[in-house]
């Protein structure tokens, strides 16, 4: 059974400190790993996909790393407005199925 | 711009009342998905579709059903609100991996 674990559950910044976001996961075969943010009363929101052990992506203060048991997303000198819950979700490559596993998310506020 | 939307956006309903939740998407994907979302328990799966006239069970999808009649909708009905149905309702699209997510549908089962 695929599983997720994200850690910490919350975490709490000063404007401008630095921090990482872990993202534990089994699967048989990783199709896929997700980033997603989702802020309060909305859905989530697309962020990255990494495929493969070694791959990065980037956006805006937002680096996701991949290795072959976790994903890190790192926030670098993060602002108030990245205060968001961060989810990450897995795709197993078995099956052909489109269906992945979500972790129960981590939840982020930066304060000022 | 492409985009999904629920309806309605909240929700208050009684115990043992049909309820039908509307999902829209204009992305032309192929794959839709509905999800709850609870406190503790984060994303679950309801049900989810590959095209017209595909199903599918998830996880969790005692009480509910679905039908997918063409691309762009996935309605899902609760035959008999019960009150564990309380929640947060998110449907998604996806053409291939990253999904895209509706803005929810609060549902209240009193």
């Known amino acids: 059974e695929d599983q997720v674990t994200q850690s910490p559950e919350a975490l709490r910044l000063q404007e401008g400190e630095s921090s990482s976001l872990n993202c534990s996961y089994t699967?048989?075969?990783?199709?896929?790993l997700f980033w997603y943010r989702q802020d309060p009363g909305k859905g989530p929101e697309f962020l990255f996909t990494?495929?493969?052990a070694g791959e990065e992506k980037e956006k805006e203060r937002l680096k996701a790393t991949l290795t072959k048991k976790e994903s890190f997303l790192h926030i670098t000198a993060p602002k108030p407005e990245d205060s968001a819950t961060y989810l990450c979700?897995?795709?197993?490559?078995?099956?052909?199925?489109?269906?992945?596993?979500f972790g129960r998310g981590t939840s982020l506020i930066v304060h000022p | 711009d492409a985009e999904i939307t629920q309806s309605p956006r909240h929700k208050i309903t009684e115990t043992g009342r049909q309820v039908t939740l509307a999902c829209h998407q204009t992305?032309?994907?192929?794959?839709m998905f509905w999800y709850r979302q609870d406190l503790g328990h984060g994303l679950r799966l309801i049900h989810y579709?590959?095209?017209?006239?595909?199903?599918n069970k998830g996880e969790v999808s005692d009480g509910y059903s679905v039908s997918r009649s063409n691309t762009e909708d996935l309605p899902l009905t609760l035959e008999s609100a019960a009150s564990s149905q309380t929640s947060v309702y998110f449907c998604?699209?996806?053409?291939?991996?990253?999904?895209?997510f509706g803005p929810g549908t609060r549902l209240t089962v009193t």
């Open positions: 992305w032309n994907h192929n794959n």
């Open positions: 990494l495929y493969s």
């Open positions: 579709s590959y095209g017209v006239q595909d199903t």
């Open positions: 699967v048989s075969g990783l199709r896929g």
């Open positions: 998604a699209s996806s053409g291939g991996d990253e999904q895209y």
């Open positions: 979700a897995v795709q197993a490559a078995s099956g052909g199925s489109y269906i992945p596993t």
